[in-house]
């Protein structure tokens, strides 16, 4: 595991980790906030960063970002099979107590009055300008989106399960509750910079992607994971550097992450609840899938947009890492195999997804005929897939959580 040493040192340097040597000069000065002015084309308005309104009727409720691969997608499941799974009817012997222990503390709410604004953020938002404002903007629009999903889903699931098992449906819309209040504080935040999401619009005109029960499980505690580790991350690092504490959003990390960490908790004795989630080849095989798509999601989102984390004083490629190390090590806690993040050809690997996807980016925003935009990026395309499959292939670690008999022990 040198390769997983070597990055782990880089990243947990004594005075800030993941800095880049060109922040030290501080945080750069913004001028005073811009006003909406006109689009010469249609009569549309557009902010001082580009962004387009729903409609030119509804000042300050932002147009969607376009949906693609790599946005945050709102997602459905066969609540059906759910109910079958977690019905404490059909499944007497169902494991519970570690359910039941977690809505006792998920009902205590410790950050209920946490998300309190005050008028420094308004003035926060009026000093970002130019390109900084907008990658703020972009990464307010795109957390708040996935919070909204979140809540979207935790919230029908706790509806379902009501009569089927009380406790983890009282749980599913605990947690509920904590990614709604997440949504509407990135909302707001967003509407400090003149623009806004419209949730209910996004509810009812966003596509929904379908996944089994136990995709969403998942997929949805691994995100939970690396959502805590990103936001850990940042909050320590500002703590520990001042001067680029750039919005005040960044301060209200440290009790967020505390949401994230239990909702991370949470789902994983839910998987833990059904052990054959945890057992087996096929369960292992989903495992490493879920946890590559997760971290390759985030990869390439953030090395599309560095500007954020560079304005943070944190260097995008040494954030990621630490963040995809220390995440897969929580993983290994309770999936039954995770991919080997050390093993030397890993980083080569998702570097080169990463100038790929650039490829693709420059390909989309060049005016040419749509046919011709097709067949120049199939070489990248299929590089991409390629690249994917080899990492999916590539070694990985037998791991697991311990209270599930027959799994790999924890030795990652």
């Not at 503390?105 to 950050?111: A, C, G, P, S, T």
């Not at 292992?284 to 953030?302: A, G, H, K, Q």
């Not at 996807?357 to 390629?386: C, F, H, Q, S």
């Amino acid at each position: 595991m040198q390769a997983t040493s070597s990055v782990r040192a880089q990243c947990l340097q004594a005075q800030s980790p993941c800095r880049p040597a060109a922040a030290a000069g501080g945080r750069a000065r913004h001028g005073p906030m811009q006003p909406m002015r006109a689009a010469a084309a249609e009569g549309e308005l557009v902010d001082d960063t580009g962004f387009k309104p729903a409609s030119s009727m509804r000042r300050g409720v932002k147009k969607a970002a376009k949906e693609t691969i790599l946005t945050p997608r709102f997602y459905t499941t066969d609540f059906d099979e759910v109910d079958e799974m977690f019905s404490l009817e059909r499944n007497p012997d169902l494991p519970m107590e570690e359910l039941t222990a977690m809505l006792a503390e998920m009902r205590r709410d410790y950050n209920q009055k946490h998300f309190v604004r005050s008028e420094v953020f308004h003035e926060a938002a009026a000093a970002i300008q130019g390109s900084l404002r907008r990658t703020l903007v972009e990464f307010l629009e795109r957390s708040c989106t996935a919070e909204f999903s979140g809540f979207l889903l935790y919230k029908e699931l706790g509806r379902r399960l009501r009569g089927a098992n009380p406790t983890l449906a009282e749980l599913f819309s605990l947690v509920a509750r904590d990614e709604a209040r997440h949504a509407g504080f990135l909302n707001k935040a967003l509407g400090d910079f003149g623009l806004a999401l419209d949730l209910g619009f996004l509810t009812k005109h966003r596509s929904y992607t379908f996944f089994r029960p136990k995709f969403i499980l998942y997929a949805t505690c691994i995100a939970e994971k690396i959502g805590y580790r990103r936001f850990i991350t940042m909050y320590r690092h500002l703590q520990r550097d001042p001067d680029h504490q750039l919005h005040p959003l960044f301060e209200f990390f440290e009790n967020w992450c505390q949401d994230e960490s239990r909702h991370g908790d949470f789902l994983a004795a839910v998987l833990k609840a059904r052990p054959e989630l945890l057992r087996g080849l096929e369960a292992r095989l989903w495992s490493r899938f879920f946890c590559l798509s997760v971290y390759i999601t985030m990869y390439l989102n953030d090395h599309q947009r560095p500007g954020l984390y560079q304005a943070l004083g944190l260097d995008t490629t040494q954030f990621d890492r630490h963040v995809i190390l220390e995440t897969n090590a929580a993983a290994a806690r309770i999936l039954p195999e995770v991919p080997n993040v050390g093993a030397p050809g890993f980083w080569p690997a998702m570097d080169r997804l990463v100038q790929y996807n650039a490829k693709l980016l420059e390909i989309d925003g060049w005016e040419g005929p749509e046919l011709l935009k097709k067949l120049r990026k199939a070489p990248y395309m299929e590089r991409t897939v390629a690249e994917c499959v080899r990492l999916f292939v590539g070694p990985a670690i037998r791991c697991g959580s311990l209270d599930i008999e027959g799994a790999g022990s924890y030795q990652y």
